[in-house]
């Protein structure tokens, strides 16, 4: 389970998001808020990409403690994900795979469903377009067993097809028992989730 | 017409390598401190050590051929600047333009612009002239000025040609390979593929900096073993600022991967060791298996994870990592000139794991876009 005491992260001297506690039972929330409310810092500080201060913990593991057996826990899907240009889709599926403990079938199901096939093995990363790079990125959030999943703006630049493959994969992860945090300014989200509005870097339940 | 392609080509050639200039401008300036102080230590032969570059240039066939692959390369850098530039977007109707005219007239436009590119080389090589003829004869020095009018007319000819008939870009091919590449081993590779030429450059000026002080490995004297191994470290400067880019924008995924932190920063020793391999077998060749290679090995890596840690705290500006690393360089100095050379590798790895472990997550790069 997700503990957050007194969370704050800073960009230079301003304080770009603060949450003083929240400890939210396994589910599916979707974080809402304006073009910079703090909705990616927020799920970047969750996924140790950038600094902080105060404490994060999954399953009593602490980010800043236990840093290893925490993101062993922990997913994460960027808005819009880089990778070196001359690796190949595989190349990082092998990577999260070794590293977040994944299996094999669970790869092919990913690819399957994400209808990745044609690309992943053979065409470089710099030939993908967004849409190719965000199903790659959400196949790396969904591989292991993560606890918990990060997905910031998951339904841009997603076709019709592999929306419903994602919406159906983040709900069999709840029935699962994982917490699912997804960031989206949509007007409508496609689940049912619990709804976080986030302003000027501050939660409001 | 002349001032114009002056203007775009030779302006924006060296508007857009002012960095790398400078560096190596900076570096030169550092060999030539270093020399002093080599001066100071081999007595009453300053004067010889202050000019040793410019002599060797002019009578070492090595360092001779280095500055003639290092001429190459950069008018190699100057050819593929313009053609690019010229087949910009921006420039398409200047091109359309240029290619009407008469040959003789285009020929004469760009052997005024490449000389205004090849001037660097040009002074360099008329210094080396001025003071090897003073100091050494001549012996090589009417070959490297031939070398460098040829450098020119094959620029000249290149672009005129490639412009006339049409440029081609390599396309990305789609790529099979044996099997997965090892995360530690992505910054080489990058190299491999985006900086070959900072790759074979820094790797030449390296081993002609060992070829010129190999005698500490003959002699097994830590104490300029360690000297040795912290000025290349610090020639290693530009493929460390490299993998920092690639890895605060394009890797900045792996920090999601569950590896502690100690294991974070000391993930590119494997990529370090492949990376310093010519200069151990350079070494290796050149003085055996003994004790001080280890020393030598070990305290490049150290320097090397030092300077790491260094461009990690200072962030993405390059003028201020290059002040950061003269500071770091001549510190290293007084440690050794004093006998501390040991304490100075021990106290750089303390200090490396420091700076990495405050600043591993890139925040000095998100501080400098912001202030």
Known sequence: MLEIRNLKVYYSSHLALEVPSWEPPAGIYWIHGKNGSGKSTFLKSLAGLIPYRGDILMRGFSLRKNPEKYLRLVNYSATEPVYPNFLLGRDLIHFFLSAKEGTQEQVEMMIDGFQMRDFINHQPISQYSSGMLKKLSLTLALIGQSQLILLDEPFVTLDLDTTAFLQDQIWVRRQQGATIVVAAHTDRFPLEATIVNVESGKLKF | ?371
């Open chain 2, 1 to 371: 017409m002349r001032s114009i392609f002056i203007k775009v080509f030779a302006k924006g050639f060296f508007k857009k390598y002012i960095k790398v200039l400078l560096f190596g401008f900076g570096i030169i300036i550092s060999y030539c401190f270093f020399t002093q102080t080599a001066g100071a230590l081999k007595t009453g032969t300053s004067d010889y050590w202050s000019m040793l570059l410019p002599i060797k240039v002019l009578t070492d066939p090595i360092l001779a051929g280095l500055f003639c692959f290092v001429a190459l390369l950069y008018s190699g850098l100057a050819a593929r600047y313009i053609v690019r530039e010229m087949a910009a977007e921006r420039n398409l109707f200047l091109r359309y333009s240029f290619i009407g005219i008469r040959k003789t007239l285009r020929w004469k436009t760009w052997v005024a612009t490449v000389f205004i590119i090849q001037l660097p080389l040009y002074l360099y090589a008329l210094y080396s002239l001025a003071v090897g003829y003073h100091h050494a004869g001549l012996r090589y020095g009417l070959f490297i000025l031939t070398y460098l009018i040829a450098l020119h007319v094959g620029i000249v000819t290149y672009v005129d040609r490639t412009l006339a008939y049409g440029t081609s870009f390599r396309n990305t091919k789609s790529t099979t390979r044996l099997g997965p590449l090892p995360l530690g081993l992505i910054p080489l590779v990058n190299h491999v593929h985006h900086n070959k030429i900072s790759l074979i450059l820094t790797k030449a000026v390296v081993l002609v900096a060992l070829h010129l002080f190999a005698d500490p490995l003959q002699k097994q004297d830590f104490q300029l073993l360690v000297l040795l191994a912290l000025i290349l470290s610090c020639l290693n400067i530009i493929l460390l600022y490299r993998d920092f880019v690639l890895q605060s924008q394009q890797m900045a995924f792996a920090l999601n991967l569950p590896y502690k932190t100690f294991a974070r920063f000391i993930e590119p020793v494997p990529y370090y060791l492949i990376l310093i391999s010519p200069e151990i077998i350079y070494a290796t060749a050149a003085a055996g298996i003994l004790p001080g290679l280890g020393v030598f090995t070990i305290s490049y890596v150290v320097f090397l994870l030092l300077l790491r840690s260094v461009i990690l705290s200072t962030g993405n500006l390059p003028l201020r990592i290059s002040k950061v690393l003269l500071f770091c360089f001549f510190t290293g100095l007084l440690f050794i000139l004093y006998a501390a050379h040991l304490m100075l590798v021990g106290l750089s790895l303390a200090v490396a794991i420091l700076l990495f472990y405050r600043f591993f997550q890139y925040s000095k790069l998100r501080d400098n876009h912001d202030s």
